[in-house]
């Protein structure tokens, strides 16, 4: 037997799972940055431009990742995240958005801010602009409303 299989042989399914509802709910109005023809959206300039956005952080952790770095991405107990976060990149660069979206909020979850930075451009290059705005305040880049600014040090 395998390391793999020896894993996976202690792996314990769960056969009725209850999926707790998204905290997000969808909006109602069309979003702006979709535009319709037929039955079917038509993203416009701006989720493109998000689209190409996610594209080139996608392009470069895939690219200047060491292969050494993604071994661990099945450890004894849980995927390493940084190499989670790799692996969706891998799946958005394929056009699998569904198993990338996954493996961000995993990564996102353990502390990855990068992943959720993806999660941000994944949800603005769909249209959905209250989901992007959550997933950008999980990011280090925004200060969050409970902690006030520090005030500079005297010289």
């Known amino acids: 037997m395998t390391h793999i299989e020896e ?3 202690r792996a314990l399914l769960v056969r009725d799972r209850t999926v707790p509802r998204d905290i997000i709910p969808p909006s109602t109005p069309p979003s702006p940055a979709l535009a319709t023809i037929g ?16 594209r080139a952080p996608c ?5 200047h990742t060491p292969a050494d770095d993604v071994a661990d991405f099945v450890t004894e107990q849980l995927p390493e995240p ?3 976060m790799i692996l969706a990149c891998v ?3 394929t056009d699998t958005d ?3 979206r996954f493996w ?3 990564a996102a979850g353990a502390g990855q801010a990068a992943a959720a930075y993806c999660l941000y451009l994944h949800h603005l290059a769909l249209g959905e602009k209250d989901a992007a705005d959550w997933w950008h305040q999980q990011t280090d880049d925004v200060p969050h409303p409970d902690q006030p600014p520090q005030p500079a040090a005297p010289s």
């Open 7 to 9: 894993i996976l042989s």
């Open 39 to 54: 039955d079917a959206p038509v993203k416009t300039h701006t989720s493109n431009a998000a689209a190409e956005d996610l």
């Open 59 to 63: 392009e470069t952790l895939v690219s």
């Open 82 to 84: 940084r190499s989670a």
């Open 91 to 93: 799946l958005q660069l």
């Open 98 to 100: 569904d198993g990338a």
């Open 104 to 106: 961000w909020q995993y």
